[in-house]
């Protein structure tokens, strides 16, 4: 069995027969000229996160991380040449249920200094 987390990051065993989701990730760091990072505190866990998610299945990397930036922030931004980081998760989810996830993580800048509160969906999801 393998051990994967859930948005706690308690550990759960993945049982063998279980079928894994392959889910791609993009997050997006957006800093000032004082280097401090824009984040997002998820409504689910007491935290703080970069903003980005999972890539869906015909959309572009870059694409996605615009979007899921400004789903979560309001903000628009473009995306700053190529990956600073690429990582791995196993985690758990209620809807998805086990999944692998590749973490790509972009350094992106304001397209827009405009923030649209209407669209901020900070992570409400249902991951509670």
């Known amino acids: ?7 706690l990051q308690r550990p ?3 049982p063998d027969d279980v ?3 392959w889910r791609p990730c ?6 000032n000229e004082r280097g401090e990072w824009f984040l997002v505190e998820p409504s689910w866990a007491k935290r703080w996160d970069l903003p980005g998610g999972g890539v869906e299945m015909e959309e572009g990397v870059r694409d996605a991380l ?6 979560e922030t309001g903000y628009r931004v473009r995306v700053v040449g190529g990956p600073l ?3 791995e998760s ?3 989810h209620k809807d998805l ?4 996830a590749i973490i790509l993580i972009f350094k992106v800048e304001l397209a827009d200094p405009k923030r649209d509160e209407q669209v901020v969906n900070t992570f409400e999801d249902g991951f509670e």
């Open 26 to 31: 993009v997050y997006g760091i957006l800093s």
């Open 85 to 87: 980081y690429l990582g």
């Open 19 to 21: 079928f894994v989701v």
């Open 90 to 92: 196993r985690f758990f």
């Open 66 to 71: 615009v979007r899921e930036f400004y789903e």
């Open 12 to 14: 759960i065993e993945k």
């Open 97 to 100: 249920g086990f999944c692998h």
């Open 1 to 7: 069995m393998s051990v994967y987390y859930d948005h």
